[in-house]
């Protein structure tokens, strides 16, 4: 069931199995198309693979589904995955831009990431 596969993944970020956990986030979604959290699926799966150091699937599997998350919050947590794996793959630009609308989108978050100028010069 969708609840089984959502925790196997989840023990397997905690144990750091990056890897594992997006393969099994990627069975969640195949699984269940109209569960309520598919969004919040689709954004543990794109942490998974950004822990794995897979960044440019982070950028792939987020950049069109940002903005139908529907959840100001979890579209801030995507936009600041995207920056961070735009960063790891020097596209300073693109980082800032998302780690920009991260903030702008939810302030107040926890891990709300305020450097997106400092990534901007950088790329300047």
Do not use: F, M
Not at 14 to 41: F, I, V
């Amino acid at each position: 069931t969708s609840d089984v596969l959502y925790i196997k993944a989840e023990a397997q970020l905690r144990d750091g199995k990056n890897s594992d956990a997006a393969g099994t986030y990627d069975q969640l979604l195949a699984a269940d198309t109209q569960h309520p959290d598919r969004p919040k699926w689709i954004v543990r799966r794109a942490y998974a693979l950004a822990g794995a150091g897979k960044h440019d699937q982070v950028v792939k599997s987020l950049a069109g589904d940002v903005d139908g998350l529907g959840d100001k919050s979890l579209a801030a947590e995507a936009r600041q995955l995207l920056g961070v794996s735009r960063q790891a793959l020097k596209d300073y630009k693109g980082a800032a831009a998302d780690l920009e609308a991260s903030v702008r989108l939810d302030p107040r978050r926890d891990g709300a990431d305020t450097r997106w100028p400092a990534v901007a010069a950088v790329g300047s």
